[in-house]
């Protein structure tokens, strides 16, 4: 591939990832070219995934276009991919990088069960689903940032994609129910937290919701709190970015504690200003590591 090509072909995944997921980019914006263009790279694929079973055309639509990605996949892993953009990039972070296709497939997976959607009875059931939709973008990930790991550290890039996961289902728990008809808060802890999906319908922020909430943000804060400990064994130029998004990720959650808890009609975001201070704070700790 020339060197032109290249550049176009990173170049279409950054587009995407600064479209879709600012929080994201500018977390791993961070890092050295090389990993900066394999995260944008898989993260347009994840995209590309998303966009499958997440949009407005009709059911058997998206089950079509689901299959169709999995089919380029299919001739990716078989080295004979379509000649386009997304797979040109990617073939070249599977020839840098000790890459495992089949990471790739779960998150397809995870498309799968979110066109065939159910609410989630368990904790158990919802951390089933985040591994999928989410933790397997830490394991897409994981050899791009701990290149030079001698420690096995899939357990914890799946808790952290898992936690971050959560952290998107408790930003949108109104979004989602309005504009998709979806609850991912599992039946036994709305039942052990005694909030009604009627009284979701409503928006009714009671205390049994802010209990609730809080219940599942604690559990997302105990996996991003694990993930830290580990942290020390990812590269060293890859600590700071992982830091950084963490700490925006966390920064979602405090928006929605700092709003009262509305995350029905309005939605929750990190400010440019706060991502300044993360990014500062970051910037002091990462030093430590």
């Known amino acids: ?6 550049r176009a072909d990173f170049a ?59 089919q ?16 040109r990039a990617l073939r070249l972070v599977f020839t840098n990088y000790e890459m495992d296709i089949q990471a790739f497939y779960d998150q397809l997976t995870g498309q799968w069960m979110d066109l065939n959607f159910s609410i989630p009875r368990t904790m158990e059931e919802l951390e089933r689903y985040s591994y999928y939709v989410a933790g397997s973008v830490g394991l897409m990930l994981l050899p791009v940032l701990a290149s030079k790991a001698s420690a096995d550290l899939r357990l914890s890039a799946i808790e952290l994609g898992i936690a971050m996961q959560i952290t998107n289902i408790l930003r949108d728990v109104g979004e989602d129910f309005q504009k998709k008809q979806r609850i991912y808060l599992p039946e036994e802890e709305m039942a052990r937290f005694r909030y009604t999906q009627s009284d979701l319908r409503h928006g009714l922020i009671t205390e049994s919701f802010v209990n609730l909430w809080e219940s599942l943000a604690k ?34 959650l405090d928006a929605v504690r700092g709003s009262d808890y509305d995350c029905f009609s309005k939605r929750n975001y990190v400010s440019k ?17």
């Not at 591939?1 to 290249?6: A, F, H, L, V």
């Not at 263009?37 to 995209?47: D, L, P, Q, T, W």
């Not at 105990?222 to 990812?234: A, H, T």
């Open 12 to 70: 279409y995944c950054e587009t995407i990832i600064k479209k879709h997921s600012k929080s994201f980019y500018y977390a791993f914006s961070q890092l050295p070219p090389e990993k900066a263009n394999a995260v944008y790279a898989i993260y347009a694929f994840c995209r590309t995934a998303d966009d499958c079973a997440d949009s407005d055309r009709p059911h058997s639509e998206k089950l079509e276009s689901l299959q169709q990605l999995k």
């Open 72 to 87: 380029e996949l299919d001739l990716f892993r078989d080295r004979a991919e379509v000649d386009h953009p997304l797979w």
């Open 219 to 252: 559990h997302a804060d105990s996996l991003y709190d694990d993930f830290y400990r580990s942290i020390n064994l990812f590269d060293a130029d890859s600590r700071m970015p992982l830091f950084l998004s963490v700490g925006v990720y966390r920064g979602i």
């Open 1 to 6: 591939m020339d060197t032109e090509q290249m």
């Open 273 to 289: 200003e706060k991502m300044t201070m993360i990014s500062a704070a970051v910037g002091n700790r990462s030093q430590i590591v």
